[in-house]
């Protein structure tokens, strides 16, 4: 032996080889099991449980969206549009998309005519949202204009705007909507559902920037709203919204409102009040002008009273139509005031205290009725209950029950003060005397039948509608509400305005009118608020009375109503024809009736 130690190196090697083959092996099985896990994964989520992802996706991808639909359209009785529905566009954007682009802001926001403070304050606000309205119902050019610019996150969606084409003019009937197409007022809001319709659904696909690339399912097609036919008929609507303008403008009155009513019917052909607005421009201003005063205002009828009171009178077989009434001296106590006339009418028949209205004369009539008895007759015209005639808001007015009645309240009800009624609820009383004796609920729906209940005798409404005549004729107290070749029924009422718990020296004059007498069609009240006395006095004769002559006549006229009074037209036209040929026929004085404002001072109901 040479003594040597052997040696070790063959060993190390084998050993490094084993443990590098061995490291090897581990990770290409660690690699092998992850691609197999992988592999598992990626099939069970693709082909066996990938509900879970496609609802995730859809989450993401996947709207359903409204369908917008148009609202009924509202038609007078004759088809005439009153309201309908025009398309329009709604601009929106997603909030986080535009304020990634603080550079395109400033263009936009002059596209939208707001400042960039705004809109960028706006936008900020919603930051975790993705949708907000830019700007809403505009003309679809002006919004294509504002796609056009393609700035990312600006869409537009399309939803319907209300117009009025009659504007003022049936403002306060109709009502408006708000922005969303909800009625807020009047017809719009009390048949809102009838008009409005229900939305669609479809589901859509959109891509990231919003856009719809697919339509995916309908889940639920659009119901149009379903249109309504009103009772008004448009033409009366624009005289008597005419003519009440005019009257304002002449009087220097500070309100007015009228109502025509078909007798027959009940039926509502006009209804106006002023001061009125826009109703396709509605902001905030002007709140006290959206009233419908002839429908929620209520105000003491005065000497429109006077007709109830002697028909009572004659139910109760206490009077007649020739029955004598003193009335000297032209005033009696009334508590600790009196019941006065604007002058001395002396001894009147029954018939003559409504001729004169006199205040003193329907107070004795009234003297001779009991309490509840005669409260009970007026709650029969439908004074102090609403009139039920679908309009929201509706007064009932003021009936104070007997029980509630002092010593001296039966007797200034009898001339109109101590209650409060509506424009509507006289209206549908005269309509009642006219109409047999039937009262008839007013309706705004062209067709609805509302039911007739008998509340007078026919014979004593016939009768009052006699007295009523003569207060148009000469003599009476409303020559300026006649009508050429018709008989006129009506009263004449002037009362004063309660304010802080006394009477101003402010006024009310009203009208209340039906005509023709013979085959009565229709009833129209007129209440003009506060005229001034320097102009055309405040008596109800000479400031209300033109505007019942001058909507009258042209009602008469556009629906061919045969005159009732055909000889006093005869003599009209012959006079006509004698000043022409410079001959004045003896009789045309005496037969033809007044038509200018009466000499006689009218009544102020005190």
Known sequence: MNGRTPSKAPRSRKRTQFNLRGRLLLVTGAL???????????????????????????ERFLR?????????????????????????????????????????????????GVSVDELTLKLGQRSDKEFVYLKRRI???????ILAMKIPGVFSQREFRRFYPQGEALAHVLGFTNIDDRGQEGVELAFDDWLRGTPGAKKVIRDRRGRIVENVDLVRPAQPGKDLTLSIDRRIQYLTYRELKNALQETGASSASAVVLDIHTGEVLAMANLPSFNPNAVDGGMR????????????????????????????????????????????????????????????????????????????????????????EFIRRFGYGSAPHSG?????????????????????TISYGYGLSTTPLQIAEAYAAFANGGRLIAPTFVKGQ?????????????????????????????????????????????????????????????????????????????????????????????SVSGPVFHNVMEGALRLMDVPPDDIDTWLAAQAADEAKRVGKAPAKAATTAPATTPATTTPEVAE
């Open 288 to 375: 006290d002008a959206h009233r419908n005063r002839a429908v929620t205002d209520v105000v003491e009828p005065g000497s429109t009273m006077k007709p109830i009171t002697i028909a009572a009178a004659l139910e109760a077989g206490v009077v007649t139509p020739n029955t004598l009434v003193d009335t000297n001296p032209g005033w009696i106590p009334n508590g600790h005031y009196r019941t006065t006339d604007t002058t001395n009418h002396g001894v009147l028949t029954v018939t003559g205290v409504i001729t004169k209205s006199s205040n003193v004369g329907a107070a004795k009539v009234a003297m001779k009725l009991q309490g509840p008895a005669f409260y």
């Open 449 to 541: 039948r509302n039911e007739a209940k008998q509340m007078l005798d026919p014979h004593i409404a016939h009768e009052v509608m006699k007295m009523m005549q003569t207060v148009t004729e000469p003599g009476g107290t409303a020559t300026a509400a006649a009508i050429l070749g018709y008989h006129v029924a009506g009263k004449t009422g002037t009362a004063r305005k309660a304010s802080g718990g006394s009477y101003a020296r402010r006024y009310i004059s009203l009208f209340a009118g039906v005509v023709p007498v013979d085959n009565p069609r229709f009833s129209m009240v007129v209440v003009i608020s506060e005229p001034d006395p320097s102009r055309h006095g405040y008596y109800g004769g």
């Open 391 to 411: 309009f929201p808001g509706e007064s009932a007015g003021v009936l104070p029950a007997p029980s509630r009645w002092s010593g001296t309240t039966k007797q």
């Open 139 to 145: 003309n679809p050019d002006q919004a294509h204009a």
């Open 32 to 58: 092998g099991l992850c691609s197999l896990a992988l592999v598992g994964r990626a099939v069970d989520l693709q082909l066996i449980d990938n509900a879970f992802y496609r609802a995730q996706g859809n």
């Open 64 to 112: 359903e969206i409204a369908i917008p639909t148009s609202r009924g359209m509202i038609t007078d009785r004759n088809g005439e549009p009153l309201a309908v529905s025009s398309p329009v566009e709604s601009v929106w954007g997603n909030p986080p998309e535009l304020l990634k682009n603080p550079d395109r802001l400033p263009a936009l926001a002059q596209a939208l």
